[in-house]
């Protein structure tokens, strides 16, 4: 699948650093989510965009800031993380936001240290 | 989202048909099934939805009970590229994904 891209694919991070993942998709899209997939937990939605407007969030810590700049890219950017945060972050992306299949980046592999 | 049920773990040999089945018992009218699997260290795939009627692709199968009630995946030919999780997720929007089926296919 090569319709949505995530950069990096891996990312260390100490608990003070400031960094940004990034999205994109290449599939003509306009709603756009990010995911959070802990170590033996199901994936849990964080935020969804639609037409670059974000229309969820499902409780996420502040230390967690997403931007949709236009409908094909979409970044998360990290603060001040804890090391309950390593985790692997999704991105997907969906022709609208109803009843639409999802096409899922291979994500990126953070760990806190 | 209407809650859904699968199998923890599921074999089967390669080249033989995998079925995979679900039960969204709660289902509401307007939710469709779909169907993603997750290969270990990618990003879920999507394999194929439907609301009432059966569906067929180029990766699968789906049947759909007549009462929306339950569900199965069809894996016509099982590769061992297809050893996966497989999620059914029952959703108008967003996806609530489970635990999923871990299957396993053997050579």
């Known amino acids: 699948e090569t319709g949505v891209t995530q950069t990096p694919r891996h990312l260390v991070m100490g608990m003070t650093n400031k960094k940004s993942l990034k999205c994109e998709q290449h599939?003509?899209?306009?709603?756009m989510y990010w995911y959070k997939q802990s170590a033996k937990k199901p994936l849990e939605l964080m935020f969804v965009y639609s037409l670059e407007e974000r229309v969820e969030n499902n409780s996420v810590p502040s230390r967690f800031s997403p931007e949709c700049p236009n409908s094909s890219h979409l970044f998360l950017h990290l603060h001040t993380l804890q090391p309950e945060d390593s985790a692997l972050y999704l991105c997907?992306?969906?022709?609208?936001?109803?009843?639409?299949?999802?096409?899922f980046g291979d994500g990126t592999r953070l760990s806190i240290l | 989202d209407a809650k859904t049920t699968q199998p923890t773990s599921m074999d089967c040999a390669e080249g033989r048909a995998a079925n995979l089945p679900c039960n969204h018992s709660?289902?509401?009218?307007?939710?469709?099934v779909y169907w993603y699997r997750q290969i270990h260290s990618q990003g879920p795939q999507y394999i194929i939805h439907?609301?009432?009627n059966n569906e067929t692709n180029e990766m699968a199968s789906l049947i759909i009970t007549e009462d929306r009630k339950s569900s199965t995946l069809i894996l016509p030919h099982a590769t061992l590229r297809d050893t996966a999780v497989y999620y059914c997720?029952?959703?108008?929007?967003?996806?609530?994904f489970g635990k999923g089926t871990k299957l396993s296919v053997k050579p």
């Open positions: 439907g609301l009432k």
């Open positions: 709660t289902i509401s009218g307007n939710e469709y």
């Open positions: 997720i029952a959703s108008q929007g967003n996806l609530i």
């Open positions: 997907a992306s969906s022709q609208g936001t109803y009843n639409q299949p999802q096409h």
């Open positions: 599939l003509g899209h306009n709603a």
